[in-house]
């Protein structure tokens, strides 16, 4: 399979390997999904300070003409 989700192996994984009923497997979001299978983190590193003030710098929550604008 090319890109997108393996969604039998998933299914296979939440009904039988974490023995979810169906109506808990389709409760559940991907990320919480992949947190119980034990793939939560992606190989991301986490964040850290340094990266959080470039994300502020680059996507201030100011925005000329927005009705939050400081004087």
Do not use: H, Q, Y
């Amino acid at each position: 399979m090319s890109g997108g989700l393996d969604w039998p192996g998933l299914i296979r994984a939440g009904l039988c390997g974490l023995r979810l009923r169906p109506a808990e497997f389709w409760a559940l979001t991907p990320a919480e999904l992949m947190l119980m299978l034990g793939l939560d983190d992606g190989g991301r590193a986490p964040m850290v300070r340094d990266r959080l003030d470039d994300l502020i710098r680059a996507f201030p929550d100011d925005v000329k003409g927005s009705d939050n604008e400081r004087d």
